[in-house]
């Protein structure tokens, strides 16, 4: 597979993996996800790559979730919402290597639900975190939510959830929402330290303690399978329209009015 919307590129036993969207924020359309998918198959059954790193293009997003522009209601691919999320969200847990999210700029919406779900985040001080669903019409039933409760709790998965408010690097650390930050250009070499003391590592007994880990929040899976049906109902919604028709005019979402 060529790939379009994404890089790859293996160097000293980590999978590089980037999404090369730079102008959309490298928000994800139907392609990307399939592409995302299909690199992290290639990257997580290569026996010469034992890490793999999840970064976004340029300096402004990691990843900023599902592309606005390419979608009205539902979005542009195959998958209960046109959007392969269910996949793309297991095969990041289901690769038997560590993966490591490499924040700098916006992980924001999906791409927060991306970072969250990789076993490590490492961000730049500049990075910025936070949920947008309820803000544009959209929501994750299911890792986005479920798993992020058991990272930072109940408390504060609802406040981002609820709230929509924007997290700087420091916040997301004092939460246990990332590993380390560090300025954005030691990012590259921090990243890198990280790569090298997991490559020293055991594969096998990390691949086994990945799984295990996994195990105790598979349930969360079926959540989603089911949630995303939901998901769907509601993207046909004027409600769930609304936010994102207020998102492209840069105005204000008037939810209140379409409820039903
Ligand atoms: C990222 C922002 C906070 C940045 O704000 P700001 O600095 O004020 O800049 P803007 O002017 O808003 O944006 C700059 C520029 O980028 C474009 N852009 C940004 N994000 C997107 C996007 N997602 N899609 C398309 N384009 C985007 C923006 O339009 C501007 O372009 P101009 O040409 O200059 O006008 C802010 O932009 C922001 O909040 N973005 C919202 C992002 C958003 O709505 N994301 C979708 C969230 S919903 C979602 O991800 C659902 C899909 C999904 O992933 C999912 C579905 C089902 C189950 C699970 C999931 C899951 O979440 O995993």
Redesign the pocket.
């Known amino acids: 597979m060529s790939y379009e919307d994404i890089l790859y590129e293996v160097k000293e036993g980590g999978a590089h993996i980037t999404i090369n969207r730079p102008d959309?924020?490298n928000?994800f359309r139907g392609k990307t996800c399939e592409e995302l998918i299909h690199a992290f198959n290639k990257a997580g059954w290569d026996k010469s790559v034992g890490v793999i790193v999840l970064s976004g293009a340029g300096d402004k997003?990691f990843c900023?979730?599902?592309?606005?522009?390419a979608h009205e209601g539902q979005y542009d691919g195959r998958g209960t919402?046109g959007?392969p999320?269910e996949d793309l969200h297991s095969i990041i847990r289901d690769v038997p290597k560590p993966v490591i999210a490499k924040v700098q700029g916006?992980a924001?919406?999906?791409g927060n639900?991306?970072a969250t779900i990789c076993d490590f985040t490492i961000a730049g001080e500049k990075a910025v975190f936070g949920q947008?669903?309820p803000k544009?019409g959209?929501v994750?039933?299911?890792f986005?939510t479920a798993f992020l409760a058991r990272i930072v709790g109940e408390k504060k998965a609802r406040e981002i959830w609820y709230m929509c408010r924007?997290y700087s690097a420091a916040e997301a650390l004092a939460m246990g929402l990332v590993n380390a930050v560090v300025p954005n250009d030691q990012l590259d070499a921090e990243v890198e330290k990280w790569c090298a003391e997991i490559l020293e590592k055991s594969p096998t007994a990390i691949a086994i303690a990945k799984r295990s880990f996994n195990m105790d929040s598979e349930n969360i899976r079926g959540i989603a399978g089911m949630g995303?049906y939901a998901?769907s109902l509601y993207y046909d919604t004027e409600e769930s329209k609304e936010g994102g028709r207020a998102?492209k005019e840069k105005r204000k979402p008037e939810f209140r009015k379409y409820q039903k």
């Open positions: 959309k924020y928000a997003a900023t979730g599902g592309d606005q522009s919402i959007l999320m916006f924001i919406g999906g639900v991306l947008v669903g544009v959209s994750d039933p299911g986005g924007k995303m998901l998102f």
